[in-house]
């Protein structure tokens, strides 16, 4: 089964056509990045697949179920976002812990799976520490966490790793290829970094003006870019 189907998805902001005939599967388990320039939609893409934004047209089916109507906290998704969006007066256990307690879910689960997500992501020490007395990649940590203890089926990250400094990022970029090994789950990841997406990619969709230009594995990308656009992007240099 796929976990996610976009057919010919469009959406438009007022008379701004700003995802134009999105067309993409990503499989159970696959790791797809999405790739292309500043402003070319690649957010707008995860809102509408997380269900924060309404396509305007077009069919989203995640893990089977056509799920346009269905609001996000039922799409089975969550989304890591690039500001981490940690809500500042609640504690690392707080922000974790959240949306399973609105869920009403049993008080020994929450536990157990802010307990494996801690461990997960060395976050122990810091669970009664505020975001405020947290560095830039605990703060990271502490989104993907958030994430984690939801146990969704998709994970949706808008370029988790941009506001951290390079060698920061690359630790968290193996962290994120670990987890991804370890949840046995869907991961769809947005940046505008080609290293992030050859190195972390099964799939690699390349975003451009709000158009898909070509899918595709990281070595089918770089041997055979369906053009220049592509080449410039991801390519050998010919
Ligand atoms: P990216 O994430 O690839 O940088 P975005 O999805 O943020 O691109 O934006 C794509 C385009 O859609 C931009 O031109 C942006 O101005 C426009 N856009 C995004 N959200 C809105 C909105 N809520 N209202 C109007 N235009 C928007
Ligand atoms: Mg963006």
Redo the contacts with the bound molecule.
């Keep these: 089964m796929t976990a996610l189907t976009l057919n010919n998805v469009n959406k438009s902001?007022g008379n701004?056509h700003?995802l134009k005939d999105i067309t993409l599967e990503v499989e159970e388990g696959e790791f797809v990045v999405f790739v292309?320039p500043?402003?070319?939609?690649?957010?707008?893409?995860l809102r509408v697949i997380a269900g924060l934004e309404d396509a305007s047209s077009g069919d989203i089916h995640i893990g089977g179920q056509q799920v346009n109507l269905v609001p996000p906290s039922k799409r089975g998704i969550a989304m890591v976002f690039q500001s981490y969006a940690l809500y500042p007066h609640l504690s690392v256990r707080g922000n974790m812990t959240l949306a399973l307690k609105q869920e009403k879910q049993p008080k020994s689960m929450i536990e157990e799976r802010v307990a494996t997500a801690s461990r997960m992501l060395n976050l122990e020490p810091y669970l009664d520490r505020y975001p405020s007395e947290l560095s830039g990649g605990q703060r990271q940590r502490v989104a993907i966490g958030r994430a984690i203890v939801r146990e969704p089926k998709l994970f949706l990250f808008d370029e988790p790793l941009s506001n951290l400094d390079a060698a920061l990022r690359m630790n968290t970029r193996i962290e994120i290829a670990n987890l991804h090994r370890a949840l046995d789950a869907s991961m769809i990841y947005v940046t505008h970094d080609q290293t992030e997406a050859m190195t972390l990619a099964d799939k690699i969709v390349v975003l451009r003006d709000g158009r898909v230009e070509q899918i595709g594995s990281p070595m089918e990308l770089y041997n055979n870019p369906a053009n220049q656009f592509v080449a410039g992007f991801l390519g050998s240099p010919s």
């Design positions: 902001f701004v700003v292309g500043s402003g070319c939609g690649k957010s707008t893409l």
